[in-house]
């Protein structure tokens, strides 16, 4: 559980005005503090473009540094043995980027309102707003009830209610999603929604007595559960939020593989694709959101090929179906090759992380929340998925609070903002900044370019729109590393990374 472990003062008149107000736990600085009138942020006066022959130069550390600013400029280095070369190769180019987000979920709403309104803009701008936030261009939408909120519920819980007539969005999407989606969409016009449901209904599956464990989507329920999900796109549409693309279903196998109790409906691979090839496929077709694409799976890395070539392989279901939606879950059961591999037997559909989150349940000491070591994972496997051919990152709970909730099911969770009603203020931790490291300079329609990297130092690239280069790197160790970046321009750029480090490096 999330504890306040050491009370600080502060005062905002102190420090230049971008300065990160730090919030330690047994004297480390974990996260950044930010109120209604104060929150860090170093853009303000910084070009967008940096001159020619030199690169901007962004850094966060385990020691406190938050997007810290410098200057680097190219010129000859001198190698040693001990230098870290990376090259990069703009010529080499891979997958464009699609963006980087959070979810909107109940828990999300519920901490917001806890807040003033001036301190919910402020922590909303820190994610969306384009001049001094993240840059986020992506939300997730849950459709209904997830473990993420104070109780279970449908849209229709009337029982054998086949032509919904007792179809209705609920007190959670007028109060907790939708105000919050808009002002998203208001902070970043070019925001892209996504969605998924957890389950359908209790009275369309086989066991009516649970929300999770062993649950299914009984057959004669398959144009129904179809038509349940066109009419929350409809709802979603009449308050002017249009959904980009929404999923088969979160993390179908979890009523499987996991003795947990998490809000779940089950699939089979050959039934999912046949709902969506013969249900759910031709009625999105048929509707007015027939420009909302389907995403496969919605599930960790390590089901891929079982449970995506049924649908992909499926000409009747593989012409509904725009990309394919990945967890970053127990990643340990498939190496990152199977990114490729997915990719390269289906080079025509992209691959989106959908779903990244720490739980705090089984944390040891050594990973406690609001550690860097958390921050440190997002980085790196952010890295990995992005150097196997992903097209962005969607982060679970924008917010929740020192609890990590709330949560019916009490799978209590990490979030990138931690939220304090008590004080009226939010903390940064420093996952947030990880996912910002990418999403404030990778663009929509960035393109992954060429870059070798090594043990000490992890590094993704990417040409963006503007026509910059943008370098994401890592330095994992507890010494500082002398870098050698060469570009295949013919210049070098050569840096000491501070040890525990996320880099991002822009240059035209």
Known sequence: ???????????????????????????????????????????????????????????????????????????????????????????????TIIGFGGAFTDAVGINLLKLSPATQDQLLRAYYDRKKGSRYSLARVPIAGVDASTRPYSYDDVPNDVKLEHFALTIEDYDYKIPYLKKALDLNPDTKFLSAAWTAPQWMKFTEDDISGLTFLSYEYYKTYADYLIKFLDEYKKMGIDMWAISTGNEPLTALTFDVPLTSMGWMPESMADWVGNYFGPALAASSHNETLI?????????????????????????????????????????????????????????????????????????????????????????????????????????????????????????????????????????????????????????????????????????????????????????AQHVILKDSQKRTLCFDLPPQSMNTLIYH
């Open 1 to 95: 559980m999330w504890r306040i472990l050491l009370l600080i003062t502060f005062f905002f008149d102190e420090g230049t005005a971008n300065d990160c107000v730090p919030y330690r736990v047994d004297g480390e600085i974990v996260a950044c503090v930010c109120n209604a009138t104060y929150c860090d942020g170093p853009f303000d006066d910084v070009p967008e473009v940096p001159k020619e022959g030199s690169s901007h130069w962004f850094m966060s550390n385990k020691q406190g540094d938050r997007m810290k600013m410098s200057q680097l400029e190219f010129g000859d280095c001198k190698e040693s043995p001990k230098s870290q070369v990376l090259s990069i190769d703009t010529s080499k180019k891979y997958q």
């Open 295 to 479: 995403l496969a799976m919605d599930d960790n890395r390590s089901l891929l090929p079982w449970f995506v070539q049924p649908t992909l392989k499926c000409e009747r279901s593989n012409k509904y179906v725009g990309g394919i939606a990945v967890h970053w879950y127990q990643d340990y059961l498939a190496e990152p090759d199977v990114l490729d591999e997915i990719h390269n037997e289906f080079p025509n559909k992209f691959i989106l992380v959908t779903e990244s989150s720490i739980t705090t349940i089984w944390n040891t000491s050594q990973e406690k929340v609001g550690s860097w070591q958390h921050g440190e994972r997002y980085i790196l496997t952010m890295i990995e998925y992005l150097n196997h051919w992903t097209v962005g990152w969607v982060d679970w709970n924008i917010a929740l609070d020192t609890t990590g909730g709330p949560n019916w099911q009490e799978v209590y969770l990490d979030a990138a903002i931690i939220v304090n009603p008590e004080a009226d203020e939010f903390y940064k931790q420093p996952s947030y900044y990880a996912m910002q490291h990418f999403s404030r300079f990778v663009d929509r329609g960035s393109i992954r370019t060429s870059i070798t990297d090594t043990d000490a130092v992890k590094s993704s690239a990417f040409l963006t729109p503007s026509g910059n280069v943008a370098v994401v790197l890592y330095n994992r160790n507890d010494t």
